[in-house]
């Protein structure tokens, strides 16, 4: 091949290549760069109007927050009458009284002034009356209790973010990333795991169920018929016997801040009020054994049919029953029948099952498992995946557990009748 042939080629090569640059190759980045201005220009316009909702979201608490404010003014209002035109009553009986009093006693003194004997002989006595001192009120003023503050609560009130997810589109094939679920980012756990207090209770061991109130409050439930409040440093705020006399066989605080319990024996859902107990389901052919109030402010319940062969989760809403479940996404029962259960919903909203012993969710939905017989606590993700041990905190038989706001963990002893407040985070 000689030179100018060579040429010739090259300019043949050189066309091709620039005619697939301009025709092909080109146009295609152009296009890209216009879809990527355009991605731009929807991402900043759905940040505005993600910004926005929850600025509506945010308003719209408030605006609730704001009519919860004012029905309790009218109640104020209300009361302050009723107690204003009380006092105004007894005010003006007790005014009239003086006023007669004070005309009595000028009258006696006239009598005795008096040189005319036979109006003093004729004499009656008008003090009778006045001899019984008027009735004082005893008044009760009302005061404002407020629930403690509860972040995650009022996290899953205001709504979640739902994760971003990104296409790279490469030859007709989509590969699909998934970016990071927005939640709460994983916080380190500590190596090991730091005892914060030990919290004696009244008795001798048995503690099988805990659930918290608040962070200073928590009910503790045992081998007996009794509910105790706790606070941190052991003492018994409350006491209140079951209806039934039998031993409660699991609780659980609702958003409200009430107690319920579950009459395994008597076959019913009771609610604590104050120390009156009061039913709130009764059971046909079913025992209740484990409890779990879930945000939403569901209430689910596992429970034994009479001859101890089935197991079911049933849902409640405002009492009624809206799900029963008796197999879980495999098709496998939920629970074998019979003996210890217990339930706790996730962050996730996933609802964790496990036997035997106590279970709890922390704010990051890992999962935490009372391991009796090993004496420590499995933490693991909402995937199931091992994360981390909670040990070297002298657990002995370890069984109900909750954790608190800011994820301490409250664990109680079957042996030693005490509960630990354990900081697994750092």
Known sequence: MDICEALVNKKEAIAQDLNELEKFIFPKYQKSEAIIKSQKADQCKNSKKLTADMKNQKEALLKEIDA????????????????????????????????EIKQVIQDLKSLLG?????????????????????????????????????????????GSLTALSIETEEQGDSVLFLADSVSPPGRPMLDFPRLITDIPTIGNGSITHVSCLTDEEIWIIGNDEILNLYNLQGEVLRSVQTKSGNRPEGIAVTRSGDLLYADYDDRSINLVNGTQVEPLITLQGWKPRGLCSTSSGDLLVIMDSEDVKQTKVVRYTDSKEKQTIYLDDKGMPLYTPGDIKNLSENRNLDICKFYPFGITTDSQAN????????????????????????????????????????????????????????????
């Open 68 to 99: 919860i404010i004012q029905g309790k003014q009218i109640e104020i209002d209300v009361m302050d009458s009723k107690h204003q035109i009380a006092l105004d009553k007894q005010e003006d009986a007790i005014n009239h009284t003086i006023t």
């Open 367 to 426: 999962i935490l498992i009372a391991d009796f017989d090993d004496n420590c606590i499995h933490t693991i993700d909402q995937n199931g995946k091992l994360l981390h041990y909670i040990y070297r905190c002298g657990l002995q038989d370890p069984w109900g557990q909750c954790v608190d706001s800011i994820d301490n963990l409250l664990v109680t002893e079957w042996v030693t009748g005490k509960m630990k407040k354990i900081k697994y985070y750092k």
């Open 114 to 158: 008096t040189s005319d004997d036979s109006i003093v002989l004729n004499y009656k006595s008008r003090i009778e009356k006045f001899r019984k001192v008027p009735s004082k009120f005893r008044v009760t003023l009302p005061k404002f209790l407020p629930y403690q503050t509860n972040r995650d609560q009022l996290l899953q009130q205001f």
